[in-house]
C-alpha cells in the first residue's frame, strides 16, 4: 500500500491560473495551474480537497460560542482556507490553499499558497 508523505514544507505565494475563473473568488474550485519562482505547473490531476474555517489569532476569540459553531463549518468574513491536493504535469504532488484572509484595507483578495510537495511511499504497517 502507498501512502503520501510530505518531502518539502514551501508555505510560499504563488499566482493561479483558471480556465474557468471561480464565480465566487472567495470559495475557489480547483486552478488548472500555478506560477511559483517563474516557472508555470499545469495541474493534470486534482487528487483531493478540503477546507478548514478555524480562526486563528486574534479571530480565534471574537464571536459568540453559537456563532463560531455556525462560522466553523461555512466560514466567515476573512476567515477559512480551501486546500486541494493536486498533480502536476511532471508528476510532483504539490498541497496549494487559498487563504480568504485579506492582506490590507487596500488588499481585500486572499492569496494563493503553495504548502509542500508530497511524495509516494511504500507503507509498511499492516
Same mark, same amino acid.
Given at each position: 500500500?502507498? /501512502?503520501?508523505?510530505?518531502?518539502?514544507?514551501?508555505?510560499?505565494?504563488?499566482?493561479?491560473?483558471?480556465? /474557468?475563473?471561480?464565480?465566487?473568488?472567495?470559495?475557489?474550485?480547483?486552478?488548472?495551474?500555478?506560477? $511559483?519562482?517563474?516557472?508555470? %505547473?499545469?495541474?493534470?490531476?486534482?487528487?483531493?480537497? $478540503?477546507?478548514?474555517?478555524?480562526?486563528?489569532?486574534?479571530?480565534?476569540?471574537?464571536?459568540?460560542?453559537?456563532?463560531?459553531?455556525?462560522?466553523?463549518?461555512?466560514?466567515?468574513?476573512?476567515?477559512?482556507?480551501?486546500?486541494?491536493?493536486? +498533480?502536476?504535469?511532471?508528476? +510532483?504532488?504539490?498541497?496549494?490553499? %487559498?487563504?480568504?484572509?485579506?492582506?490590507?484595507?487596500?488588499?481585500?483578495?486572499?492569496? $494563493?499558497?503553495?504548502?509542500?510537495?508530497?511524495?509516494?511511499?511504500?507503507?509498511?504497517?499492516?
Amino acid at each position: 500500500m502507498t /501512502e503520501l508523505v510530505p518531502i518539502h514544507f514551501y508555505d510560499e505565494t504563488i499566482e493561479v491560473r483558471f480556465d /474557468e475563473p471561480p464565480v465566487r473568488e472567495k470559495a475557489p474550485h480547483c486552478p488548472n495551474a500555478f506560477v $511559483w519562482n517563474d516557472t508555470t %505547473y499545469p495541474i493534470t490531476a486534482a487528487l483531493s480537497e $478540503w477546507s478548514d474555517f478555524t480562526r486563528r489569532g486574534r479571530m480565534a476569540n471574537n464571536m459568540r460560542p453559537a456563532h463560531a459553531a455556525t462560522a466553523a463549518t461555512r466560514g466567515s468574513l476573512n476567515v477559512g482556507r480551501y486546500y486541494f491536493r493536486v +498533480q502536476v504535469a511532471n508528476g +510532483q504532488i504539490f498541497d496549494i490553499y %487559498y487563504d480568504r484572509a485579506m492582506k490590507s484595507v487596500d488588499d481585500r483578495k486572499g492569496q $494563493w499558497v503553495l504548502y509542500r510537495e508530497l511524495e509516494q511511499h511504500e507503507s509498511t504497517a499492516g
